[in-house]
């Protein structure tokens, strides 16, 4: 397909149909640039992603309920940039949609899916360390891997089966209501009504009950720290039980960084698509979201030690030794 013209002559999606969509007009320079550039972004954050789901996976010692959901997240991220990140893109270089009204209703799905578990994740990350840090003698009983990965795996049930009910419902309105709908176009024409409910349902709520916590969680840790330091101040000696304080004090604190860069890519994006009419600023912030998936590896790099271990010993290809997954990975000053 000729993506250079010398005349400004109108291309559509489907040249044979009349109802076609008009397609917007890119030289092969910008074609092809862009393609590299959304390629490299989609293959970083798969990357990145998979460290971590085998760190997770293969470590023994990284068997634990937090880990449960930093790999629930990252098997999120990693979607993100193998369906969500390739989908969109075509669907912005390209202009035209050329795979059918069934794939189109597919993808819309899974992104809906994929986008709005990621909070979920961050909403579990939020209670699994409030308990941990405000209430420690209750948190081996009530969080254990069982408990999460069974409520991880309903959360994603359940955003499932909302999401697809978003769209079929919806698509019915497309195809009754919308005037301007031609061949060649993926939308889903939401009412209003349902625009505002799923903001409240997919983001609101969530935000509520993971800033409610965090700040709870803060002003704990803040008063912990205080009596340890006076402590070690009086000379006292610092129990296993204020150590172990501390270090879920230092895991909360990591993971809300990782809430708070996930919530300052959201929040732009969720006021812009319900006030702001502008498609290039709703694309431009939607993209900002997705980048999101690539960053969350980086931090564990910088604030998690064993991150970095279990990145040496997969690209070392020490992983593939017997005992690899046993091997003790923390060392006292990581805790």
Same mark, same amino acid.
């Given at each position: 397909?000729?993506?250079?013209?010398?005349?400004?002559?109108?291309?559509?999606?489907?040249?044979?149909?009349?109802?076609?969509?008009?397609?917007?007009?890119?030289?092969?320079?910008?074609?092809?640039?862009?393609?590299?550039?959304?390629?490299?972004?989609?293959?970083?954050?798969?990357?990145?992603?998979?460290?971590?789901?085998?760190?997770?996976?293969?470590?023994?010692?990284?068997?634990?309920?937090?880990? %449960? +959901?930093?790999? *629930?997240?990252? $098997?999120? =991220? #990693?979607?993100?940039?193998? &369906?969500?990140?390739?989908?969109?893109? @075509?669907?912005?270089?390209?202009?035209?949609?050329?795979?059918?009204?069934?794939?189109?209703?597919?993808?819309?799905?899974?992104?809906?899916?994929?986008?709005?578990?990621?909070?979920?994740?961050?909403?579990?990350?939020?209670?699994?360390?409030?308990?941990?840090?405000?209430?420690?003698?209750?948190?081996?009983?009530?969080?254990?891997?069982?408990?999460?990965?069974?409520?991880?795996?309903?959360?994603?049930?359940?955003?499932?089966?909302?999401?697809?009910?978003?769209?079929?419902?919806?698509?019915?309105?497309?195809?009754?209501?919308?005037?301007?709908?031609?061949?060649?176009?993926?939308?889903? %024409? +939401?009412?209003? *009504?349902?625009? $505002?409910? =799923? #903001?409240?349902?997919?983001? &609101?709520?969530?935000?509520?009950?993971? @800033?409610?916590?965090?700040?709870?969680?803060?002003?704990?840790?803040?008063?912990?720290?205080?009596?340890?330091?006076?402590?070690?101040?009086?000379?006292?000696?610092?129990?296993?039980?204020?150590?172990?304080?501390?270090?879920?004090?230092?895991?909360?604190?990591?993971?809300?960084?990782?809430?708070?860069?996930?919530?300052?890519?959201?929040?732009?994006?969720?006021?812009?698509?319900?006030?702001?009419?502008?498609?290039?600023?709703?694309?431009?912030?939607?993209?900002?979201?997705?980048?999101?998936?690539?960053?969350?590896?980086?931090?564990?790099?910088?604030?998690?030690?064993?991150?970095?271990?279990?990145?040496?010993?997969?690209?070392?290809?020490?992983?593939?030794?017997?005992?690899?997954?046993?091997?003790?990975?923390?060392?006292?000053?990581?805790?």
């Amino acid at each position: 397909m000729d993506y250079e013209t010398e005349d400004q002559e109108t291309q559509y999606c489907f040249p044979d149909i009349n109802s076609s969509c008009v397609k917007y007009q890119r030289s092969s320079h910008e074609y092809n640039i862009m393609y590299v550039f959304f390629y490299f972004l989609s293959a970083w954050t798969v990357f990145l992603n998979l460290l971590v789901i085998i760190s997770i996976s293969h470590f023994k010692k990284l068997h634990t309920p937090t880990n %449960m +959901i930093i790999l *629930s997240l990252a $098997v999120n =991220d #990693l979607l993100v940039g193998l &369906i969500v990140m390739p989908i969109q893109a @075509i669907r912005l270089i390209e202009t035209c949609w050329y795979f059918g009204d069934t794939f189109c209703g597919i993808s819309l799905i899974l992104s809906g899916v994929i986008i709005s578990a990621s909070l979920t994740n961050l909403v579990l990350i939020a209670v699994d360390r409030y308990v941990a840090v405000c209430h420690p003698l209750l948190y081996p009983q009530k969080i254990t891997i069982t408990n999460m990965l069974l409520i991880i795996c309903l959360s994603w049930i359940y955003y499932s089966g909302y999401n697809t009910v978003l769209i079929i419902y919806n698509g019915y309105f497309e195809t009754s209501e919308r005037t301007d709908a031609c061949d060649g176009d993926c939308l889903v %024409m +939401i009412r209003f *009504s349902w625009i $505002v409910t =799923d #903001l409240f349902i997919s983001f &609101i709520f969530p935000c509520v009950i993971i @800033i409610t916590l965090y700040l709870r969680i803060f002003y704990v840790v803040h008063q912990q720290v205080k009596v340890i330091n006076s402590l070690m101040k009086g000379g006292k000696c610092v129990t296993e039980g204020s150590v172990k304080r501390k270090s879920e004090s230092k895991a909360a604190l990591t993971l809300g960084i990782i809430v708070s860069v996930y919530l300052l890519s959201w929040i732009p994006y969720c006021i812009c698509s319900v006030t702001v009419n502008s498609s290039t600023l709703i694309t431009i912030l939607s993209w900002t979201v997705y980048t999101n998936s690539g960053l969350n590896p980086l931090v564990y790099a910088i604030f998690y030690p064993w991150f970095k271990k279990t990145v040496k010993v997969i690209l070392t290809l020490k992983i593939f030794d017997p005992a690899s997954s046993l091997v003790n990975i923390f060392m006292e000053h990581d805790l």
